[in-house]
């Protein structure tokens, strides 16, 4: 009965955080997405490996796909914290990176989950 109600406890923090942002999240809403997905995309491509048999389901462009998408995303990050050396012709080329990495993740959404 006590561990019910540490997982409830817990879950309802959880559903706090998804169901009632902070606006001070919405200031660079592009930052935090990646900041939010770079993690996790990092931990399913260490953990899918385990679980998953890419070479039986004929996806293994796909996981290079979202390896590139995580390329994309650090170098993206790392292009913020310098950005007191922006140069114009790097910063299209990220963002055109941006654009294509998030093209290219659209279309393996559904391939994310195990």
Request: hydrophobic share 40%; charged share 30%; proline share 2%.
């Amino acid at each position: 009965m006590f561990r019910n109600l540490k997982y409830k406890l817990r879950n309802r923090k959880i559903q706090k955080f998804y169901n009632k942002p902070y606006s001070q999240e919405c200031w660079s809403m592009n930052v935090n997405f990646i900041e939010f997905m770079l993690p996790r995309l990092e931990m399913f491509i260490r953990e899918s490996d385990e679980i998953i048999d890419w070479n039986h389901h004929k996806e293994v462009d796909k996981v290079d796909v979202i390896d590139s998408c995580i390329v994309i995303m650090g170098l993206f990050l790392d292009y913020l914290d310098n950005a007191f050396e922006w140069d114009v012709e790097v910063q299209k080329r990220i963002h055109k990176g941006i654009e294509l990495a998030f093209k290219k993740l659209g279309e393996v959404y559904g391939y994310l989950w195990w």
